[in-house]
């Protein structure tokens, strides 16, 4: 179900503005040169439904908003980005090494390897803060990576690399994130097209496919209490909404599916039209009031 804001409702407004500075407080590391990479056109699965922007008149196509679809997975990916970004992380931390090439099942290593590193951080005393990370391979085909969004307090880069020695989990590699943007979100999952709305990928030899294979069907991994909103962790579809929601707070959007041949129909109607636009809005902020 799509997430929409209400149409300049003070409820909703009210809702999304504690995390209004805290969705843009991202930044990007360098990536990879990207590459173009086919996708379709629209979601093979689709019914012969459409969704409207009731606000604008826009008309979209349905979609099955399956990950183990070629054109939904980057919109996921999106989706996934704008909630990590509104959990507002602080620190970017690479584990250079937490699953071997030959690996058959990188996932399961690479969530021993980092749960064993967080035990090893909790041993020592040291808080780490909610991590949220996606698995990569490496260019080299010399094993997997990960690169991990942390929220809390600093890590030293010594007690992090001790940790990382017990689990054999390669060097790490810490950096503040310092620029302003979604951008360090779209990154992390830039493996599953979230970076430019899912029109590339992330490398020659890599594609979102193989990506959502090595991360065991996963668009990303996090711990307990990464996405939270006031101090209280969320569900991540509760987080997407309302990232969502916020996004769009200063542009009103109200999305409903309908047939197509109704299209026509109900947009000709003003005041049809009127009422589903305050029924989405309602039902919305029925649910970001639930969140709060």
Same mark, same amino acid.
């Given at each position: 179900?799509?997430?929409?804001?209400?149409?300049?409702?003070p &409820?909703v407004r009210?809702?999304?503005?504690?995390g209004?500075?805290r969705v843009?407080?991202?930044s990007?590391?360098?990536?990879?040169?990207? =590459?173009?990479?086919?996708r379709?056109?629209s979601?093979?699965?689709?019914?012969d439904?459409?969704v =409207?922007?009731?606000?604008?008149?826009?008309?979209?196509?349905?979609?099955?908003?399956?990950?183990?679809c070629?054109?939904?997975?980057?919109?996921?990916? *999106?989706?996934?980005?704008l909630?990590?970004?509104?959990?507002?992380?602080?620190?970017?931390?690479?584990?250079?090494?937490v699953s071997?090439?030959?690996d058959?099942?990188?996932a399961?290593t690479a969530?021993?390897?980092?749960?064993?590193?967080?035990?090893?951080? /909790?041993r020592?005393?040291?808080p780490m803060?909610?991590?949220?990370y &996606?698995?990569e /391979? #490496?260019? /080299?085909? &010399?094993?997997y990576?990960?690169?991990?969004?942390?929220t809390?307090p600093?890590?030293?880069?010594d007690?992090?690399?001790?940790?990382?020695e017990?689990?054999?989990?390669?060097?790490?590699?810490?950096?503040?994130?310092?620029?302003?943007g979604?951008?360090?979100s779209?990154?992390?999952?830039?493996?599953?097209?979230?970076?430019?709305?899912?029109?590339?990928t992330?490398?020659?030899?890599?594609?979102?496919?193989?990506?959502?294979?090595?991360?065991?069907?996963r668009?990303?991994?996090?711990?307990?209490g990464?996405?939270?909103?006031d101090?209280?962790?969320l569900p991540?579809?509760?987080?997407?909404?309302?990232?969502?929601?916020?996004?769009?707070?200063? #542009?009103?959007?109200?999305?409903i599916g309908?047939r197509g041949?109704?299209?026509? *129909? =109900?947009?000709?109607?003003?005041?049809?039209?009127?009422?589903?636009?305050?029924?989405?809005?309602?039902r919305?902020?029925?649910?970001?009031?639930?969140?709060?």
């Amino acid at each position: 179900m799509r997430c929409c804001p209400s149409q300049g409702g003070p &409820t909703v407004r009210q809702a999304a503005d504690d995390g209004r500075e805290r969705v843009r407080s991202a930044s990007l590391a360098s990536t990879d040169q990207m =590459v173009t990479n086919e996708r379709p056109e629209s979601c093979p699965r689709a019914s012969d439904r459409v969704v =409207v922007e009731l606000v604008s008149g826009q008309v979209f196509p349905d979609r099955c908003r399956s990950s183990q679809c070629a054109y939904c997975l980057p919109l996921n990916a *999106r989706r996934r980005s704008l909630a990590i970004t509104m959990a507002a992380p602080t620190r970017m931390i690479r584990l250079s090494l937490v699953s071997n090439s030959d690996d058959e099942s990188p996932a399961k290593t690479a969530l021993i390897r980092i749960k064993r590193i967080r035990q090893a951080l /909790k041993r020592m005393a040291v808080p780490m803060g909610e991590w949220c990370y &996606t698995i990569e /391979k #490496n260019p /080299k085909d &010399t094993g997997y990576h990960a690169h991990c969004l942390q929220t809390g307090p600093y890590i030293p880069q010594d007690r992090l690399q001790e940790a990382c020695e017990r689990a054999k989990a390669g060097i790490p590699y810490i950096n503040a994130i310092k620029r302003k943007g979604v951008w360090t979100s779209r990154y992390g999952l830039k493996g599953f097209g979230a970076d430019g709305y899912g029109l590339k990928t992330f490398r020659a030899n890599g594609s979102p496919t193989e990506a959502l294979r090595i991360n065991n069907g996963r668009l990303e991994h996090h711990t307990r209490g990464f996405y939270s909103f006031d101090g209280e962790p969320l569900p991540v579809r509760d987080m997407e909404r309302l990232a969502i929601a916020e996004m769009n707070a200063n #542009n009103p959007k109200a999305f409903i599916g309908m047939r197509g041949e109704d299209v026509q *129909r =109900v947009m000709g109607d003003i005041g049809l039209r009127h009422r589903l636009i305050l029924d989405v809005n309602r039902r919305l902020a029925d649910k970001l009031r639930a969140l709060r």
